[in-house]
């Protein structure tokens, strides 16, 4: 039976029932692959990341991956992205020349190669690899936050969490309506038909270090999108802490019972 969305712009939900300002569920796991130095698992709606963490280790030559290599001074950072070929509805099977995956390496190592303490490892390479189980929007923030949590696992020492998430307009570009209003945490469905930006911030703070924005936009709509996304950056920086915090206190019960 279709669902029945005829009293949604009455009640001002979204079609899976969200507000304006709701984020999707968020389930998170941590230290999930003994063999890796860090992992993590994260779900954003139905989106679905695998992260694993390699290194600090010596130096090697850089693959396909996507990187960025400082002198030897510092730690360089390397992002390996893989889709499996189920991950989407179109079972398209990306290969390692994909421009969309490319990007996503590089955006995603650039963001890391400024937050992490690369200094305290000179002439090593810190790999970490993303595996996009399931998409249904906010790839990016949703790969961000996995790795976020992956490095902490690993014990490499950062700044702050870098902390992701999408916001949208309700209008497209084209209908130029003044009375438009943002939208946080955008699903698969919401982004083929609306403009949105992706925003990454450090910590609680409303310091941007990612901002990607791909759909065309009114240009008096990208301050109130950016509010909202900052706002849901703190949001998620809280559920992201509470993951760390409960795993920590499971790693310190486990050692004090020994």
Excluded at 82 to 93: E, L, N, T
Excluded at 158 to 167: E, F, G, L, R, S
Aim: hydrophobic residues 40%; charged residues 20%; proline residues 2%.
């Amino acid at each position: 039976m279709p669902l029945d969305t005829s009293t949604y712009t009455l009640a001002l939900l979204r079609l899976d029932g969200r507000r304006w300002n709701e984020l999707r569920r968020i389930h998170a796991q941590i230290s999930i692959q003994a063999a890796a130095d860090g992992s993590s698992y994260l779900e954003m709606g139905n989106t679905k990341i695998l992260c694993t963490v390699a290194g600090p280790a010596e130096e090697r030559r850089r693959g396909a991956g996507g990187g960025v290599t400082s002198s030897d001074e510092k730690a360089s950072v390397v992002v390996e992205v893989s889709v499996a070929g189920f991950s989407g509805v179109d079972r398209k099977r990306r290969g390692r020349g994909d421009k969309r995956t490319a990007e996503l390496q590089s955006t995603i190592a650039s963001a890391f190669s400024t937050t992490l303490f690369t200094n305290l490892y000179p002439r090593s390479t810190i790999t970490v690899s993303l595996h996009i189980l399931a998409q249904d929007g906010s790839l990016l923030a949703a790969c961000l936050n996995a790795a976020t949590l992956a490095l902490i696992d690993a014990g490499i020492p950062m700044a702050d969490y870098i902390v992701a998430c999408t916001a949208g307009s309700t209008s497209a570009y084209s209908s130029n309506d003044g009375n438009a209003d943002p939208l946080l945490d955008l699903n698969g469905m919401e982004e083929q038909e609306l403009p949105f930006l992706t925003v990454g911030t450090v910590g609680a703070t409303e310091k941007v270090s990612v901002l990607v924005m791909e759909t065309r936009v009114q240009i008096g709509r990208v301050e109130g999108m950016l509010a909202v996304g900052v706002d849901g950056c703190k949001q998620v920086r809280e559920i992201l802490d509470g993951v760390v915090r409960r795993q920590g206190k499971i790693t310190l019960g486990s050692r004090v019972s020994q």
